[in-house]
C-alpha cells in the first residue's frame, strides 16, 4: 500500500506553489469511468483471520471534479459476498491526492442486519492518473459487526 501511494506521489505533476498543495476543489464536470477488482484490507485487529483479499468487481462513474457514483461486489472481510452503492464527495484537494467520504449501503455482512443492507460513512483519498487510480479507504470497526480496516482499491479508468 505504502509503494501505491508513493508510486502516485512521484509520478504525479510537480506543482509550482506551496498553497497549491491544500485547497477546496472547484466542480468541474467530467464524465469518467473507472473499473476496479476489489480491494486489499489490512485489518486492525490482527488477531483473527479476516480476509485481507477482497476480491470483486465494482465501477465508479466521475462525473465532476469533486464527486462520483460507485456500485460493486466483493468478497469481504469474513469471506461472505458483498455489494455496495454509494457517492463520493471529496471537496478537498491535498496535492494530487482528494480528501473526502464515501457514503452508501452494504449487504452480505451476516451479523450486521442480519446480511441485509445496511448505510455506511466511510473517509476516502483518491488519486486519479491519466488510466491509473487508487481509493484509500478508512473503515470503521463496528465490534462483532464489521471488521475495522484500511483498505486500497486500485482502479483503472475504461474511459
Not at 504525479?12 to 480491494?39: R, V, Y
Not at 484509500?136 to 471488521?147: G, H, M, N, T
Amino acid at each position: 500500500m505504502f509503494l501505491a501511494v508513493t508510486f502516485c506521489a512521484l509520478s504525479a505533476p510537480a506543482k509550482t506553489q506551496a498553497s497549491d498543495f491544500f485547497s477546496i476543489a472547484k466542480h468541474e464536470a467530467q464524465s469518467e469511468l473507472w473499473l476496479n477488482p476489489g480491494m486489499f484490507s489490512y485489518h486492525f485487529d490482527r488477531d483473527r483471520s479476516f480476509n485481507s483479499r477482497n476480491m470483486g468487481f465494482g465501477a465508479e462513474y466521475r462525473y465532476s471534479s469533486v464527486a462520483s457514483l460507485t456500485l460493486g461486489t466483493y468478497r469481504n472481510s469474513y469471506h461472505e459476498s458483498s455489494n455496495y452503492m454509494g457517492a463520493y464527495w471529496q471537496p478537498i484537494q491535498l496535492g494530487v491526492f482528494k480528501f473526502g467520504a464515501v457514503a452508501g449501503v452494504f449487504n452480505g455482512y451476516s451479523k450486521t442486519n442480519d446480511g441485509g443492507w445496511f448505510p455506511a460513512l466511510i473517509p476516502a483519498l483518491t488519486y486519479e492518473g491519466d488510466r491509473f487510480g487508487v481509493n484509500l479507504l478508512l473503515v470503521p470497526s463496528i465490534p462483532e459487526k464489521v471488521a475495522g480496516s484500511l483498505s486500497v482499491q486500485f482502479k483503472f479508468k475504461a474511459f
